[in-house]
C-alpha cells in the first residue's frame, strides 16, 4: 500500500508529490506552467513517460 499524505481539501500520493517536485526543481522553466492544463499534461509525460 501506498503512503499518502492530506494537501488540503485533496489527497496526493508522497511518492507523486516528490517527483513533481524534483522534477520543478531541475526544470525551472517549467514552473511558469504550474497550475495549467498544459503544464499538468506537461508534468504527467515527463513523469509518467
Known amino acids: 500500500m ?3 499524505l492530506p494537501t488540503a481539501d ?3 500520493l508522497r511518492e ?5 517536485i524534483n ?3 531541475t526544470d525551472p ?3 511558469q506552467n504550474i497550475g495549467t492544463a498544459q503544464g499538468y499534461e506537461h508534468l ?3 513523469l509518467c513517460g
Not at 16 to 20: C, R, S, T, V
Request: aromatic content about 16%; overall charge positive.
Open 16 to 20: 507523486f508529490l516528490a517527483d513533481a
Open 23 to 25: 522534477h520543478y526543481l
Open 44 to 46: 504527467r509525460r515527463a
Open 2 to 4: 501506498k503512503a499518502s
Open 10 to 12: 485533496a489527497w496526493v
Open 29 to 31: 522553466a517549467a514552473r
